[in-house]
């Protein structure tokens, strides 16, 4: 019996293993097409609907592809024009860093007695080993913005092929499961189709309302461009703990210079700590793993599996991933113990114990 057990463990680790390396060596197929598949979940009642109205299939694909591009390059342009106006500030706030680092530079002479002299040898290498990381930054940067484009531009055609052909592919996909699963197929795309709208909702209303509070806090303090640092904070919450705290940098900084005090940035601080405490016990986990009846830990360990294997497209695609293994494991035989792993206390899979 042990010896039973210990094979099963093994084979389950050893899928484990070999699901992560495909997952992570294919990633460059993988993440565009995990995306497609996100934006035809969204768009397909409507374009069912479009189809019932009698506009042809191609029509109707486009219609709904153009509209989500419209509605994404609408939020670029607030993003992109919010931005324009943080940087005509610009000048004013590099003449102030100017006099703060001035002022860092003569306390640290008078209190610390560290002579300029020394101040100036440490800028001098911290610019030289800043130099020498810039060209492969830049390299970098200019790699992963071609890289991004190339992906952007798949991510509609993906989608628009798996829409045109939708049949073909639910008809292809019942020929290779199992006859125990074929029957299954269309009742697992409806919940798989609910289980994305609900995510996106859940999503939407998390970076709703993480905006809201960023920048109401922001404005209660009177920092600049509050809005715009409120609605960029929010957006990075996807990443957790790390993106807000890139998020708060400049707001931080802008509070500083701008009040020449440590109360200002301290407090900047204090708001997205507590906005984070918030998203991250209360309203993640009420917008997004209760609509997708997921545990909380399991939650987390999906963005973090994420993350380890596709970045940051992997922290906004494993968490709907889960969710579908519930759905796929709450009606197949054998799959209790996913169900119960990932499901939610008070789902119906998910409170079921173990008698000993």
């Not at 035809?40 to 709904?64: H, M, Q, R």
Request: net charge positive; with cysteine.
């Amino acid at each position: 019996m042990k010896n039973t057990s210990l094979s099963r463990f093994l084979q389950l680790l050893l899928l484990i293993v070999l699901l992560g390396v495909i997952l992570y060596v294919g990633k460059p197929l993988f993440i565009p097409l995990s995306f497609a598949l996100l934006i035809s979940f969204i768009i397909y009642p409507i374009c069912k609907w479009l189809e019932a109205k009698g506009i042809g299939k191609a029509t109707a694909i486009i219609i709904n592809l153009v509209l989500i591009t419209f509605l994404l390059s609408a939020i670029v342009f607030l993003l992109v024009q919010q931005l324009a106006s943080f940087t005509k500030d610009w000048p004013l706030l590099k003449a102030k860093l100017l006099q703060s680092f001035q002022d860092l530079s003569v306390y640290l002479t008078t209190k610390w007695h560290i002579s300029k002299e020394v101040q100036e040898d440490w800028l001098e290498k911290f610019s030289s080993n800043s130099s020498t990381h810039l060209f492969e930054l830049i390299q970098t940067t200019i790699s992963n913005s071609a890289v991004t484009l190339v992906l952007l531009l798949l991510i509609p055609i993906y989608s628009f092929l798996i829409l045109y052909y939708r049949r073909r592919l639910v008809n292809a996909l019942q020929l290779m499961l199992p006859d125990a699963l074929r029957n299954k197929v269309p009742e697992l795309a409806t919940l798989a189709i609910e289980s994305y709208y609900g995510f996106i909702k859940g999503m939407l209303l998390v970076y709703l309302i993480v905006g809201i509070l960023n920048s109401v806090g922001l404005l209660l303090l009177g920092i600049p461009h509050a809005i715009f640092f409120g609605c960029v904070a929010a957006i990075l919450t996807f990443i957790p703990y790390v993106g807000i705290m890139v998020a708060s940098l400049f707001p931080i900084t802008i509070s500083w210079v701008t009040y020449n005090s440590v109360v200002y940035p301290l407090a900047v601080i204090a708001i997205f700590a507590f906005v984070q405490y918030l998203e991250a016990n209360i309203i993640f986990p009420w917008a997004v793993s209760k609509r997708l009846n997921l545990n909380t830990f399991m939650t987390i360990v999906a963005i973090i599996a994420g993350g380890i294997l596709w970045g940051a497209a992997g922290m906004i695609l494993f968490v709907p991933f889960a969710a579908i293994a519930k759905l796929i494991a709450e009606r197949v035989e054998g799959g209790e113990a996913i169900t119960m792993l990932l499901g939610d206390e008070k789902n119906g899979q998910g409170n079921k114990t173990i008698n000993r």
